[in-house]
């Protein structure tokens, strides 16, 4: 039996790590060959959950590793490591993109939080247990791209998941959930680099490449006393990295809200005409938008595929 690569997205995020980790074990426990792999550098909140939890970090899939994959948290092949002649199952919460295939694989996406929230849905369909260390893990997941269940993304099933998986793991959401967001805040020695790409997808809208890089963060002061440095950054990889669109976006996870950089004139009327922002100097304030997935993308997506 060939060994089955459990794999999230490039510029992997906490519940994308997680989640194909957890998966790996549940398909482990039912008798296959599975193995849970990262396609990129982990984040520090990421970092911070693992050490937390005292549990493995998945190591990084190397070049021409494996030859079947499974994809979680996303189903884009653009932000995959993988080529789709070798995907043959896909666990996500994610828009559909487009992904064909030339055989009938295992597909499923719900509009859920987060794709920890399907992982501990097929545990418990599967009548499959989760260990005190794997709630813990998973909760974070659920945490992290719920924004600890004030995204708009979040639904029922993500909030009663989250109780369920706080009691199995002794651990309370809301304390947890402040570590995990004070971790993802900080800046230290990090390049712009980092800070813009390490949690960036790529997308293909209307055959144009598009990247939309994100950070999320407790505090805003960074980003608007550095608004000309990144705004020169934006510009300058914009064309080293060969996109038609890059856009980079702040969010304010205290107060939901996003304040969103365009890398030149062209992202800047795009902004201008598919979200009611207010314009400041360098970038657009959207209030009350705090979801890539949800708010950002599907604006985006609609424009440039007209
Ligand atoms: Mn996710």
Sequence with gaps: MKELIVIGHKNPDTDSVISAKILALLFE???????????????????????????DVPSLISEGEGEQFFLVDHNEIAQSVAKKEMVCGVLDHHMLSGLKTDKAIFFRVEEVG?????????????????????????????????L???????????????????????????????????????L?????????????????????????????????????????????FLKKTKKKKETDALFFGVVDIIKSNTLFFPAEEDERDVI????????????????????????IVPPLSKFYDN
């Design 114 to 146: 987060s794709t920890c929230t399907l992982v501990y849905k097929m545990m418990k369909e599967k009548g499959i247990d989760c260990d005190k260390e794997e709630a813990g893990l998973l909760l974070a997941g659920i945490i992290s791209d719920t």
């Design 148 to 186: 600890n269940l004030n995204s708009p993304t979040t639904t029922t099933e993500d909030i009663d998941f989250c109780y369920e998986l706080s009691e199995i793991s002794k651990v309370d959401p809301n304390g947890f959930a402040e570590k995990m967001f004070e971790a993802k805040s900080d």
């Design 272 to 295: 201008r005409e598919v979200f009611q922002g207010e314009e400041k100097d360098e970038y657009f304030l959207l209030k009350n938008v705090s979801s890539r997935k949800k708010e």
């Design 29 to 55: 426990k039912e008798g296959r060959n599975a193995v849970a792999r990262i396609a990129g550098e982990i984040n520090r909140e990421t970092e911070f959950v693992f050490s937390y939890f005292k549990e």
């Design 188 to 232: 230290s020695g990090r390049s712009l680099e980092e800070i813009i790409f390490r949690d960036a997808k790529e997308y293909e809208f209307g055959g144009k490449k598009v990247v939309v890089g994100m950070a999320e963060t407790t505090s805003l002061v960074y980003f608007i006393e550095n608004k000309k440095e990144i705004s020169e």
